[in-house]
């Protein structure tokens, strides 16, 4: 009688999976979403290479890689998607070389499409203003939610922090006499980044009228607080920019990251130096602040065809 056939062994054993997944999270200090990601990708990848034939984790050759990128660009992925997975897939195969699971790592020489430089559509500072101002109106009313709003509001575009640095901050993480706040930004880097007059107003607010307000026994340290006392999560922070920017009827749709640009433009556009905003933002690399120069660059090139007569 015929033996069944067995399933291919996946390229990429569950194991070894685990073994990348406890590498990403605990020596490369990874947030959850990139672990996510490239675990994704990784099993994508693995799923694809068994499917077309190949044996093994030690028979992946440049090949193969290069089929698998090309076979997604065909299938229409965009241009950024692919650039991810590329570098998912370099990030684990080197790895996998340097803990011994393969003799040559063949991503060496794997290329990707470059990822596009535009950002989402920032704000103007007039559209900036108005939303400041928005909240501060809505504050009056005296609602905790509301007044918390609005610190959420000004801080968000004073700073330029992420969303997730905004919803981790601690009491003690802010020094409303320096008008500074110390941000536990990506790979735990801690940095500190300054605000203005308008957001100390508006934190000062919400430390003396909204918070205590709404603080409770499961509140802990968080600076900011949801309706029910615990800290406030990305979710509501999205909310809360969703909701004020609806009311701006010529603003673009941005959530908290597009403050985050609109702030690091705007102060490009001001003459701020490019390392000062890198350091503001919490980049690792200049490259990717240089983006901002790009998209100040555009927006007064159209502006000079808009305006000069013989644009």
Not at 81 to 92: C, G, K, L, N, P
Not at 135 to 141: C, K, L, M, N
Not at 153 to 169: D, K, P, T
Not at 236 to 255: K, M
């Amino acid at each position: 009688m015929d033996q069944p056939l067995e399933e291919p062994r996946d390229v990429v054993p569950d194991e070894v999976l685990h073994a990348f997944r406890r590498h990403l999270e605990s020596e490369r200090n990874r947030s959850e979403h990139t672990v996510r990601a490239y675990l994704g990708d990784v099993g994508a990848m693995s799923h694809a290479l068994t499917e077309s034939g190949v044996a093994g984790l030690a028979d992946i050759t440049l090949a193969d890689l290069r089929s698998w990128l090309g076979a997604q660009s065909t299938e229409g992925a965009a241009p950024s998607t692919i650039a991810r997975r590329s570098a998912a897939a370099r990030t684990f195969l080197r790895w996998a070389k340097q803990t011994g699971r393969i003799s040559a790592d063949p991503s060496l020489r794997l290329g990707a499409p470059r990822k596009g430089s535009a950002l989402p559509g920032v704000l103007k500072k007039a559209e900036a203003s108005d939303l400041m101002e928005l909240a501060a109106v809505a504050a009056d009313d005296d609602d905790p939610v509301h007044i918390r709003n609005r610190a959420i509001l000004e801080l968000l575009y004073a700073s330029g922090m992420r969303v997730g640095e905004l919803a981790g901050l601690d009491l003690d993480d802010l020094d409303l006499s320096q008008h500074v706040a110390r941000v536990l930004g990506k790979g735990a880097k801690e940095r500190t980044v300054p605000f203005g007059a308008p957001a100390a107003e508006a934190l000062q607010g919400w430390l003396d009228g909204g918070r205590p307000r709404l603080v409770t026994a499961e509140s802990g340290p968080a600076l900011f607080l949801g309706r029910r006392g615990r800290r406030v999560d990305q979710r509501q922070v999205r909310s809360v920019v969703h909701d004020l920017l609806s009311h701006l009827p010529d603003a673009a749709d941005l959530g908290p990251h597009g403050l985050r640009h609109s702030a690091a433009t705007h102060l490009l556009e001001g003459g701020a130096d490019l390392r000062v905003v890198q350091e503001l933002l919490g980049h690792a690399s200049m490259a990717t602040t240089q983006i901002y120069t790009h998209v100040s660059v555009d927006r007064l090139r159209a502006a000079y065809q808009q305006a000069h007569p013989r644009a």
